[in-house]
């Protein structure tokens, strides 16, 4: 319905860029992600500088495996918006499928810095640093989580082959 609604909107006034951000939105949200991308790049061509939804476009170009614009998209997303933590965590996932590990490092230590409960983001931080053959970062990412998310770090402890660190999580203890 929201669809019909945002179509019609836009038929009557082609320029309502809020309807046309909308409209993108939702189609993305029901995975309609080609659909999505022509209509986030409309909301850009009228607001370049809209970090919101170069973001979202970053996010429409991964799930559409085109990994590499998806990354662009999340820089810009993080130049225009150095706060807008989602972006970063975006940016931090995607260098990391195209093995560009440091990197990666960097955007998910940005991306938990802003949101220093999302243990999502400390997840992949540590699992960066894991790849990177960091072991003590790994541990500082761990004894981080630990005051927080205990089924995460548990997570991060097996997924990191970091059985040395598992007496932390009571229930790793063999």
């Given at each position: 319905a929201a669809i019909g609604f945002y179509e019609v909107a836009l038929r009557i006034e082609p320029g309502f860029h809020r309807a046309q951000n909308r409209l993108a939105y939702v189609l993305a949200s029901l995975g309609r992600f080609a659909q999505a991308q022509a209509h986030f790049e409309l909301v850009l061509r009228a607001d370049p500088g809209n970090a919101a939804a170069h973001f979202n476009l970053g996010f429409v170009f991964d799930k559409l495996g085109r990994v590499e614009q998806a990354v662009s998209e999340?820089?810009?997303?993080?130049?225009?918006?150095?706060?807008?933590d989602r972006a970063w965590y975006g940016l931090g996932l995607a260098l990391a499928a195209?093995?560009?590990?440091?990197?990666?490092?960097?955007?998910?230590?940005?991306?938990?810095?802003?949101?220093?409960?999302?243990?999502?983001?400390?997840?992949q931080l540590g699992m960066a640093y894991h790849t990177l053959h960091?072991?003590?970062?790994?541990?500082?990412?761990?004894?981080?989580?630990?005051?927080?998310?205990?089924?995460?770090?548990?997570?991060?402890?097996?997924?990191?082959?970091?059985?040395?660190l598992s007496h932390l999580v009571q229930d790793l203890m063999v």
């Amino acid at each position: 319905a929201a669809i019909g609604f945002y179509e019609v909107a836009l038929r009557i006034e082609p320029g309502f860029h809020r309807a046309q951000n909308r409209l993108a939105y939702v189609l993305a949200s029901l995975g309609r992600f080609a659909q999505a991308q022509a209509h986030f790049e409309l909301v850009l061509r009228a607001d370049p500088g809209n970090a919101a939804a170069h973001f979202n476009l970053g996010f429409v170009f991964d799930k559409l495996g085109r990994v590499e614009q998806a990354v662009s998209e999340f820089r810009e997303a993080t130049r225009l918006n150095p706060k807008l933590d989602r972006a970063w965590y975006g940016l931090g996932l995607a260098l990391a499928a195209l093995h560009q590990h440091d990197g990666a490092a960097k955007a998910l230590h940005q991306a938990a810095t802003l949101q220093p409960m999302n243990p999502h983001a400390w997840y992949q931080l540590g699992m960066a640093y894991h790849t990177l053959h960091q072991p003590e970062k790994v541990t500082e990412v761990v004894m981080h989580m630990l005051r927080f998310d205990p089924k995460m770090t548990r997570r991060l402890i097996l997924d990191a082959q970091r059985g040395d660190l598992s007496h932390l999580v009571q229930d790793l203890m063999v």
